[in-house]
């Protein structure tokens, strides 16, 4: 997309990105140097959203960190749920009822593909195009619609418990759940009538912001972006949680590892998603959706580390016990804050115009980067 040559230039200017800028998706600052039209070089300054959740969690029960953990990536807070609970377990030694391993897989792919829509609405917001946006929160307002009936919350939801879930699905969820999926994909074949083969959305994205599979591996790259760039990874079945094993599902990869190629493969994970729903309605058993527990909740001495596969990468939680009622220490892990930082090795060379599709198909949010 580079029309300019750095050598029509004389001078060197900085442009201050942010970080209250609509395309940055967020608190986030980049300083851009310029030449002209081509940025020569990218700075991104992280740390406005730092809340210190990791902290906090040292000072509260393990019941009471789950809700802080919404905070720590709003978008799929399911996620951040589950990957608490699973390190705790693991820790505790808690067996989660097979009703609540389906329960929890039901709601985390719900959850990905709401993660999805939105991304895909931004997206093609930040490319001009308004009419996809619309299609993808319609979608996404059903989803919230029975986190809502499920959780009583549409947006962090404090749903996923030590030992399963807080509440068993109402009586309305299947019916609603399955005349969801069965629609999706038809709903996903609209969204690429519009963008896939647009000729203006071609333009803005294929062979810009190209993220090698050396530059994926290099910066620890993980989840679509990873899978974008050919690398098939997916911690869903190369290192199984849960109950994923019991589900058939593909994995798409890209072969560029352009913009394109990231909306493609998130599109076709919505597809994949959905039918990994659609497989666990079909298999949800009937039985208990918590283990039992003390009611002070004390895990012995020791640690675990779980990592899981999120919308945006991979997310891990490090538990450190001390065998009270409070972790001694938490640490998380977010593939946004990777994928923030290969930023600088992507950016030279392009134009301002491409950095905003290029950061929009990393698809980073900012609370999972400061934490």
Same mark, same amino acid.
């Given at each position: 997309?580079?029309?300019?040559?750095?050598?029509?230039?004389?001078?060197?200017?900085?442009?201050?990105?942010?970080?209250?800028?609509?395309?940055?998706?967020?608190?986030?600052?980049?300083?851009?140097?310029?030449?002209?039209?081509?940025?020569?070089?990218?700075?991104?300054?992280?740390?406005?959203?730092?809340?210190?959740?990791?902290?906090? =969690?040292?000072?509260?029960?393990?019941?009471?960190?789950?809700?802080?953990?919404?905070?720590?990536?709003?978008?799929?807070?399911?996620?951040?749920?589950? #990957?608490? =609970?699973?390190?705790?377990?693991?820790?505790?030694?808690?067996?989660?009822?097979?009703?609540?391993?389906?329960?929890?897989?039901?709601?985390?792919?719900?959850?990905?593909?709401?993660?999805?829509?939105?991304?895909?609405?931004?997206?093609?917001?930040?490319?001009?195009?308004?009419?996809?946006?619309?299609?993808?929160?319609?979608?996404?307002?059903?989803?919230?619609?029975?986190?809502?009936?499920?959780?009583?919350?549409?947006?962090?939801?404090?749903?996923?418990? %030590?030992?399963? %879930?807080?509440?068993?699905?109402?009586?309305?969820?299947?019916?609603?759940?399955?005349?969801?999926?069965?629609?999706?994909?038809?709903?996903?074949?609209?969204?690429?009538?519009?963008?896939?083969?647009?000729?203006?959305?071609?333009?803005?994205?294929?062979?810009? /912001?190209?993220?090698?599979?050396?530059?994926?591996?290099?910066?620890?790259?993980?989840?679509?972006?990873?899978?974008?760039? /050919?690398?098939?990874?997916?911690?869903?079945?190369?290192?199984?949680?849960?109950?994923?094993?019991?589900?058939?599902?593909?994995?798409?990869?890209?072969?560029?590892?352009?913009?394109?190629?990231?909306?493609?493969?998130?599109?076709?994970?919505?597809?994949?998603?959905?039918?990994? #729903?659609?497989?666990?309605?079909?298999?949800?058993?009937?039985?208990?959706?918590?283990?039992?527990?003390?009611?002070?909740?004390?895990?012995?001495?020791?640690?675990?580390?779980?990592?899981?596969?999120?919308?945006? /990468?991979?997310? /891990? =939680?490090?538990?450190?016990?001390?065998?009270?009622?409070?972790?001694?220490?938490?640490?998380?892990?977010?593939?946004?804050?990777?994928?923030?930082?290969?930023?600088?090795?992507?950016?030279?060379?392009?134009?301002?115009?491409?950095? %905003?599709?290029?950061?929009?198909?990393?698809?980073?949010?900012?609370?999972?980067?400061?934490?």
């Amino acid at each position: 997309m580079n029309e300019a040559t750095p050598t029509q230039y004389s001078e060197e200017f900085e442009v201050n990105m942010g970080p209250q800028h609509p395309s940055t998706h967020g608190v986030l600052r980049l300083m851009l140097r310029m030449n002209g039209e081509n940025i020569v070089h990218a700075t991104p300054y992280i740390g406005y959203l730092h809340r210190a959740i990791e902290k906090i =969690c040292e000072n509260r029960t393990y019941a009471q960190c789950i809700p802080l953990l919404d905070r720590f990536e709003y978008v799929t807070a399911m996620a951040a749920e589950e #990957v608490f =609970c699973l390190a705790t377990e693991r820790v505790a030694g808690v067996e989660v009822p097979e009703r609540a391993e389906y329960l929890r897989v039901i709601m985390l792919e719900f959850n990905r593909i709401a993660s999805h829509l939105i991304f895909l609405g931004t997206f093609s917001l930040d490319l001009g195009a308004i009419t996809p946006f619309l299609y993808c929160l319609r979608e996404r307002e059903q989803i919230m619609d029975l986190f809502e009936m499920t959780a009583g919350q549409r947006l962090t939801y404090n749903y996923i418990r %030590v030992g399963g %879930v807080n509440a068993d699905i109402p009586e309305d969820f299947l019916p609603l759940a399955r005349k969801f999926v069965d629609t999706f994909q038809h709903r996903v074949d609209d969204y690429e009538a519009i963008l896939t083969e647009n000729p203006i959305f071609l333009a803005r994205t294929k062979n810009v /912001g190209i993220v090698s599979e050396d530059i994926a591996v290099k910066y620890a790259a993980s989840g679509p972006v990873l899978r974008a760039s /050919g690398i098939k990874w997916d911690l869903r079945r190369d290192d199984p949680y849960s109950i994923y094993d019991r589900f058939k599902f593909e994995i798409p990869t890209g072969t560029v590892g352009d913009t394109w190629d990231r909306y493609m493969v998130r599109v076709k994970e919505l597809r994949q998603s959905n039918e990994i #729903v659609r497989q666990a309605l079909d298999q949800l058993p009937q039985g208990e959706i918590k283990a039992k527990l003390k009611g002070v909740f004390k895990p012995p001495v020791g640690e675990a580390y779980a990592r899981i596969e999120n919308a945006r /990468g991979e997310m /891990g =939680c490090h538990i450190v016990s001390d065998g009270s009622a409070k972790p001694y220490r938490v640490k998380l892990r977010g593939g946004s804050f990777n994928h923030t930082q290969m930023i600088p090795a992507i950016a030279p060379g392009m134009m301002i115009a491409d950095l %905003v599709a290029t950061f929009a198909s990393l698809d980073v949010i900012l609370p999972e980067v400061d934490r």
